[in-house]
């Protein structure tokens, strides 16, 4: 059975740091593009960092300079460390895991990150 789970989201002050945690099973991600996603109420889910299998990494605008993606292989996890958080950054955010060959695609579960004061 695939599982992916978030985890490190919170209540964080404006400007400050989260560092949100991917963890799989039952799938290696070396194999997998990984990409984390959010969704705030009332909006679609919009893609906010994706990295390759060969961590080619690419952004979100809104995000670019205070979000970085990273994935750590041998843990089978992929991180997103997000610093000058602003009240906008606020949503579910959710990993995502897309095979390239076989199209195959997984999502966890979620984890809530609000910044607010």
């Known amino acids: 059975q695939v599982q992916l789970v978030e985890s490190g989201g919170g209540l964080v002050q404006p400007g400050g740091s989260l560092r949100l945690s991917c963890a799989a099973s039952?799938?290696?991600?070396?194999?997998?593009?990984m990409g984390w996603y959010r969704q705030a109420p009332g909006e679609h889910r919009d893609l906010v960092a994706l990295?390759?299998?060969?961590?080619?990494?690419n952004y979100a605008d809104s995000v670019k300079g205070r979000f970085t993606i990273s994935r750590d292989n041998a843990k089978n996890a992929v991180y997103l460390q997000m610093n000058s958080l602003k009240p906008e950054d606020t949503a579910v955010y959710s990993c995502n895991a897309h095979h390239p060959t076989t199209g195959r695609v997984y999502w966890g579960q979620g984890t809530q990150v609000t910044v607010s004061s």
């Open positions: 039952g799938i290696s991600l070396s194999f997998y593009v």
């Open positions: 990295i390759t299998i060969g961590s080619n990494t």
